[in-house]
């Protein structure tokens, strides 16, 4: 039973660590095998450091409640609240009970998570940082029929989310025949798109096909800055359509590459990003320097210095606080960690994540568009038969953080699962190779964990 009952005796799990850092008021109580962890008030630490094998949960209590002179029915509740999320996350284990083994992440049976498919390599813009070096559409493309028949293999065992990619995916005049039909499947719709072709009859069509969300590129707080990436005049053209996809009421983010071309002018971006779609969340990709990215990659590449040096402007700025219960007595809540941050064994390449491009090939991930990492052709085998036999997808799904050299000892490698193997290919050569936003990463998971910005 995942409750502690009276007489239940319950331990730290093996590998839980109790970890308390200079400056902050709480703790932060971590089991890096599991990858799980809990911010704990020091209410709930006490508790903790009570649990040593011997005292039932009925003692624990006694001793609270002549301590701090606090009704006892009163403190167990709050000691039995405090002990039954901990033992539901693995951080506690009742003693004689089985201790909990860390999850597989690699159950493929499931399918992929995701599929990125790319509808056309035609594209009427010419990004100087486009990853998929669009612009000509392929000779030899995948038409309505051949998608319509992946489509209708997939769905067969797999329910991914559909990333709809190109090129400029609005160019395929039958773009609105494939979203429909991924829609009437059931399948979840998203759509990536340049922003400069929509118009009030798309839009209303995507509002009754349901699609789900539309991502849109603008790599700039204003047109110098996304023009001279984009294209001239893009900026303005995007603004005036976003309000066709509001009056529909679609689903919408504003979208940046982050380079260096543009990296100062974040805090603007999610300003304006914020302010257009009503969302509240900001995000953007990191800069993958292949296709087009690849020419001057080295002007082009924030760094991870960078990035932390971005994220902690934008914190002081912003004066985020932990949002912190300073409780009395024995209420003893427990303050999660962001629930996004879960256990990684590696990034998901080729697993949670498929990449389809425009002429059916089948790839690990959509920055991995290379000959050495084709996996087949949905034209000449089944989806299926590829996900589940290809040797260069069960290979890649053998990389984990535990075999990355740059990795070992890292405290957060399985929540990290080793950064980005694509990156890391590119920056080092090797799929081994350390990430290049590995700093970052740990700047990141030190403060998301931490939950203070201190
Ligand atoms: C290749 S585009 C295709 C869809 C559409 N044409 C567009 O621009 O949104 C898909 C996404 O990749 C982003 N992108 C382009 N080049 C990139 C790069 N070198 N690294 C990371 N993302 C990139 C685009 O900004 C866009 O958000
Ligand atoms: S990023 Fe999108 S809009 Fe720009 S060239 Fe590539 S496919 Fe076209
Ligand atoms: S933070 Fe860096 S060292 Fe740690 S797992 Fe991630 S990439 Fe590896």
Redesign the pocket.
Known sequence: MNEVLSNDVVVPSSGTRCLKKNGVEYFLLLNETLFSCSRINRSAAEIISLCNGVNTLEDISKILSEKYKVELERVKKDVKQTLDTLLSLGLLVKVGEEERSPREDFSISRGPGEIWLFVTNR?NLR?T????N?GVEKSNELSYDEIRKFIDEIITVFRPRMII?????LLRRDLNKILSYLKDKGLYVHL???GTLIDKNIVEEWRSIGIDFV?I?L?GSKPEINDAIRGNGVFQRVINNINLLKENGIKFSL?P?ITKLNLEDVPSMIELFCSLSGRETFSG???????R?SVNKDQLSPRAEDYIQLISNLINERKTMLRFKNLIGFESKLDRVPGNLTRKLNCGLGTVTISIDSDGSVYPCHWLHLTEYRAGNIRTNSFREIYFGSEILKNLRRLRVDQLECCLGCPWRYLCGGGCRALALFSTGLLTGADPYCKFYKFYFEHALWGNWV
């Open positions: 594209c990004c940082t486009c990853f998929k669009a990619s190109g090129g400029e995916p990536t798109t340049n991502q590129s790599d979208y590459t990709a990191f800069f993958a320097p292949v296709g990215g």
